[in-house]
């Protein structure tokens, strides 16, 4: 197996409780991969985790064969991951351009001197930026709002947005928490052609979802977290028979 | 000499703690720091010397009417200052720059009514004192210490045990979660608002009459001073507060004597950055996380 | 109602006229304040305009920590005194041309920055208000104290003013082009540094810092360096300031008159360079138009902070980014040119 990211015995615990539970997971190049299970089941967890948020209480992560976990949260997006987060935060008082072109702030080369004195080294840099920004904006579709505040554009697209400054952060790994929250039908049905066509352009991606039709028609394999715990992990065929799954979610539905 | 020092600087800490617990009680509902507090405490004292000094009212008469009436400036400075922008869900500098605002609206106001120049203040604490070997304890300094000690228990006891405290404490937790519960957010934060004001009159008031002169400074010096008091024993902490006012109180009386009195009002500044520099967190506070 | 309609549509008018001529704007402004001082004798004028001038270097410099990256910070003024006494100092006791006092209180100043951003900037929020509060008062209890350097509450008197190729420049008028010549050249490094990469950083570091650092910002880098620039402008300033002035005192340099920047950029508006000028411009003359109520000054400060936080959190100009607005009306003609284009 050629894979690209392996978490391997990572344990989360605040205090007394224990978010996650030695789990363990591969992530290969190209793949895209779900992470599913019910509430609090510790899904935004690990991508906390992963993103350098929280430092894990046990486990590696390797990116590469080299340990990622340990490291500050922007020396890991510098290394190719790039996240969205549950609860959309744009920046909401920056236009949608400025927020697709803050993502690659991060990979800038101009130095204080280049941006205080506007260098044309600079100026070079921010034409590719903007360039490169309006090509982004325009494969989510949202070429239209560039200059509009990102508070005023309808919630499925905040989501696209936050996609599309994940992607302006040069990454290889996009991580999707719940991308397709609050999207009515047909958004989510889009959000399923973006996706695939984002693999197919060479990103690899993980992502948390609720919505089971999502998950099972654009996942290659999905891992199954109930407690902290990793129950399942597979292919969504075999992840659906598996009886620990259905438990899971029976039993979620009975709490309910 | 090293114990008056001893003496003076508990004196002086345990009114400092006082106002460090209003800190700590408003950050922990809020996560905000309140500038008007140090205004609260100036006005405390300036409305008794108001009420003594010129309308020779006696001050088993002043000090309830003081304590009330800050209260209600408490309830006032939440209601003017922040409800608005906590429904708007305002960035939390536009609150921080709001309390300024007031702070230095009360302070000018008393600037303006009584004037700037250094006042007398009546002492009416005067209850001799005690000399045990070189050192000379006075009657009003056991009097300033005790009531201290007692209002800090009273404030645990109101927030550990009682039934609005532990509202405090689930809105300090998680607001929305709290409002949810069933709990008057609302009321909560400004009951903890008239709380602080009035722990600020009281120290205000004892600090006075300690001193027996107040002038227009008090605000900022004693602001700044029990804000260092708050971080070093961990912003949001109530025995925290003690402690870190405690601190700050023996510091400056031992550093003044010691060092240089010139200097007196920045060894609590210079406590406020080394803490930052050893331990951000303070002694009892908590590491927080920001959910994703 | 339709009056304010009609208000608001001439406001918009105006802002896309100026966004859309901000450069023969820019140079019809400049001749004019440049040719002011030689317009008017009266030395009043002058020094009132020159302060001014110098308000306003110092309020873009708190804007940069304040409005773009969202953190108060009470050391604007702090840094001025810092090099407000370095210059002075180090002309009388060093024998330093101006040019070269100015340049020492500008790296003094920013060396003091660096101390107070390296322990404060790593942590978030209130801190740095608080810091900066008490390093103010430390720095005046300094001043106060250390008598054998500052002589302590007598103050510097008789600083030599500002000399160029030799000429000392004792005249408001050339005082005044100085203060503009540093004020324009402020203005844009300010302009350059907040439409850059760096400056995307800042605000998106004031809008949502975790946000930011997960898209790869190292915000504790970015928020150092923005206020160690902010407070070297600060110093560079202040160093003038001792030569213009000949007379420096501590009290000049107390966080409440930091205070007064604040406000001055909260009225003007927040993260905005024409509000800064604007704000800094009301605030420093209309106090000296009516005198009668400068008891009352800060007393009105104080409500104006809250009613501007509670009624207008941006300022009056606030969130006025005229380089969007340009951007808009570019993109919209040019969608309607294509509109037209297809038509025919």
């Known amino acids: ?256 | 000499m090293f114990l008056q020092q001893i003496v003076n600087g508990l004196t002086i800490g345990s009114t400092y703690a006082l106002v460090a617990i209003g800190y700590s009680l408003v950050f922990g509902v809020l996560r905000l720091i309140n500038f008007a507090n140090g205004a609260e405490y100036m006005l405390g004292a300036y409305f008794i010397y108001v009420l003594m000094m010129r309308f020779g009212a006696s001050a088993p008469l002043a000090v309830p009417l003081a304590v009330i009436t800050l209260g209600a400036v408490g309830y006032v400075v939440d209601f003017v200052g922040l409800r608005r922008l906590r429904k708007k869900n305002a960035p939390r500098m536009s609150a921080l720059i709001s309390t300024l605002g007031v702070g230095t609206f009360i302070e000018n106001a008393i600037q303006i009514w009584v004037g700037t120049e250094t006042k007398a203040f009546p002492n009416f604490l005067n209850f001799g004192k005690i000399t045990i070997g070189k050192t000379i304890i006075s009657g009003t300094q056991i009097f300033i210490f005790i009531t201290c000690i007692l209002l800090m228990l009273a404030v645990s006891f109101v927030v550990y045990k009682t039934k609005i405290g532990k509202s405090m404490l689930a809105v300090s937790q998680d607001q929305m979660c709290a409002k949810l519960m069933g709990i008057d957010v609302s009321l909560v934060i400004t009951l903890t608002f008239v709380a602080a004001a009035m722990l600020a009159c009281i120290s205000g008031v004892l600090v006075g009459s300690y001193y027996q002169n107040i002038d227009t400074n008090m605000s900022f010096i004693v602001g700044m001073k029990t804000f260092a008091a708050a971080v070093l024993g961990g912003v949001g902490s109530l025995p925290g507060a003690v402690l870190g006012g405690l601190i700050v109180g023996l510091a400056e009386s031992i550093g003044a004597s010691y060092i240089s009195a010139g200097y007196r009002d920045a060894i609590a500044f210079a406590i406020l950055i080394i803490v930052l520099l050893v331990k951000p967190s303070g002694i009892f506070g908590k590491n927080n996380v920001d959910k994703m | 109602m339709k009056s304010i309609n009609f208000l608001k549509k001439a406001w918009t008018g105006v802002i896309e006229f100026i966004a859309m001529h901000q450069i023969p704007i820019m140079i019809i402004l400049i001749i004019i304040v440049t040719a002011f001082p030689f317009l008017t004798t009266n030395k009043y004028f002058l020094r009132i305009s020159t302060l001014c001038l110098i308000n306003i270097v110092l309020g873009l410099a708190l804007n940069l920590v304040q409005g773009y990256m969202g953190q108060m910070s009470f050391a604007t003024v702090a840094f001025f005194g810092i090099g407000a006494y370095a210059g002075a100092l180090s002309v009388m006791r060093l024998g330093l041309p101006s040019l070269a006092a100015m340049v020492f209180g500008m790296v003094t100043a920013a060396g003091f920055g660096f101390l107070i951003a390296l322990p404060t900037l790593k942590l978030k929020g209130y801190y740095l208000s608080i810091v900066t509060m008490g390093f103010c008062e430390i720095i005046r209890i300094v001043e106060m104290n250390w008598q054998e350097l500052t002589r302590g509450s007598l103050g510097i008197m008789n600083i030599p003013s500002v000399t160029i190729f030799g000429n000392k420049l004792k005249s408001g008028r050339a005082n005044y082009i100085i203060a503009l010549i540093i004020l324009v050249i402020v203005t844009i490094l300010i302009k350059n540094l907040v439409n850059s990469n760096f400056g995307l950083s800042l605000k998106s570091i004031r809008d949502d810092d975790s946000a930011a650092e997960t898209m790869g910002i190292n915000i504790v880098h970015i928020k150092r360096v923005n206020f160690i620039i902010s407070a070297a402008i600060c110093g560079f300033v202040g160093a003038f300031y001792a030569q213009y002035v000949t007379f420096i005192h501590p009290s000049s340099f107390t966080s409440a008159v930091s205070q007064e920047y604040i406000v001055m950029i909260i009225f003007g508006g927040l993260g905005s360079i024409p509000g800064t000028f604007l704000g800094c411009i009301i605030l420093t003359v209309l106090p000296e138009l009516m005198r009668g109520l400068l008891q009352y000054r800060l007393l009105i400060y104080g409500a104006l902070m809250v009613i501007m936080m509670n009624f207008m959190p941006g300022g009056l100009l606030g969130n006025l980014d005229l380089k969007l607005i340009r951007k808009k009306i570019l993109d919209r003609r040019k969608k309607t040119e294509r509109k037209g284009g297809g038509g025919e």
Do not use: W
Not at chain 1, 109 to 133: C, G, V, W, Y
Not at chain 1, 171 to 178: G, V, W
């Open chain 1, 1 to 256: 197996m050629n894979a690209n990211l392996v978490v391997t015995g990572l344990t989360q615990k605040f205090g007394g409780l224990t978010a996650l539970n030695d789990v363990n997971m591969e992530v290969r190049f190209g793949e895209i991969v779900g992470v599913i299970g019910p509430n609090g089941a510790g899904k935004t967890t690990l991508f906390n985790i992963i993103t350098g948020v929280y430092q894990p209480t046990a486990g590696t992560i390797m990116l590469n064969e080299k340990k990622i976990n340990g490291l500050k949260k922007y020396e890991i997006t510098r290394l190719g991951f790039a996240r969205t987060f549950q609860n959309i935060r744009l920046f909401k008082q920056m236009s949608v351009l400025d927020n697709v072109m803050m993502g690659m702030c991060c990979r800038s080369k101009a130095s204080i001197f280049d941006n205080l004195f506007n260098t044309p080294k600079k100026r070079r840099e921010e034409k590719l930026q903007e360039q490169k920004a309006l090509e982004i904006l325009e494969t989510m579709g949202l070429l239209d709002y560039k200059y509009d505040s990102p508070a005023s554009l309808p919630y499925g697209e905040q989501r696209r947005l936050e996609i599309a400054r994940a992607m302006a952060t040069d990454a290889t790994i996009l991580l999707l928490d719940e991308p397709a929250a609050g999207m009515n039908e047909q958004e989510t049905a889009d959000l399923l052609i973006t996706v695939s066509k984002l693999r197919d352009s060479g990103y690899t991606i993980i992502l948390i979802e609720h919505d089971m039709k999502f998950v099972m028609n654009v996942c290659d394999r999905l891992y199954v977290l109930n407690h902290g715990e990793l129950i399942c992990a597979g292919t969504p065929g075999e992840v659906k028979t598996n009886p620990d799954v259905i438990n899971a979610y029976l039993g979620k539905e009975e709490e309910e």
